[in-house]
């Protein structure tokens, strides 16, 4: 498969998306008592934990954390594999009447944050429901809004965003990565973090 690729947020940006958003968290919710983040698997768990992380720098206390494997409570999953992968939830505390701030990477069609929402409610009953995302990218399929939003980025349904982190993938980044016309169908796969600057991905400026 073929690809244009372009980067729309690096390292830095990226950094100040997530500063931001915990400015918004704290002036949202006037502090972050009784506060909980919870992070969706893969990668809106690490996100999860470095606003953690950038909350107790700056507030000086702790937030609670969890993080959420949707896997079985997805619309499609009988789409996705006979055998799916399951890592696991992971939410050591009751969220009943607290606020939880659920965290993504990208918000697409709003199906994923369904099947969180989903899950989370069978852990009990929140005070509230919000949610943070690195990066919104439109198309929704259901009536679902971020709260908190690092970047929004106008994309056409063909295109890929695909978000890098450095605990997963060895780099921050985030690229729109456009599929080019070819023979046959294929499903498309994410590029891994060594493949980003090599010479037969033609970048887009």
Request: charged share 35%; aromatic share 4%.
């Amino acid at each position: 498969m073929k690809f244009s690729m372009k980067t729309i947020m690096e390292e830095s940006e990226i950094r100040r998306a997530l500063t931001r958003i915990v400015h918004e968290i704290i002036e949202k919710n006037k502090g972050t008592q009784n506060v909980a983040l919870i992070g969706i698997k893969r990668r809106g768990d690490h996100i999860a934990r470095r606003i953690a992380q950038r909350i107790e720098k700056g507030e000086g206390t702790k937030v609670l954390i969890g993080a959420l494997d949707i896997t079985l409570y997805r619309d499609d999953l009988q789409l996705v594999a006979e055998t799916p992968i399951l890592e696991g939830t992971d939410i050591p505390f009751d969220i009943t009447k607290k606020t939880v701030i659920l965290v993504d990477d990208v918000l697409y069609t709003g199906r994923t944050i369904r099947a969180a929402i989903e899950e989370l409610l069978d852990f009990g009953r929140p005070k509230v429901i919000q949610l943070a995302v690195l990066v919104d990218r439109g198309h929704r399929e259901l009536p679902i809004q971020a709260d908190f939003v690092g970047k929004t980025v106008p994309t056409a349904k063909s295109e890929i965003v695909d978000v890098y982190i450095k605990e997963l993938d060895g780099v921050d980044r985030v690229l729109i990565l456009h599929r080019r016309k070819t023979r046959g169908k294929r499903k498309a796969k994410k590029l891994p973090a060594e493949q980003l600057t090599m010479p037969d991905i033609d970048k887009e400026s």
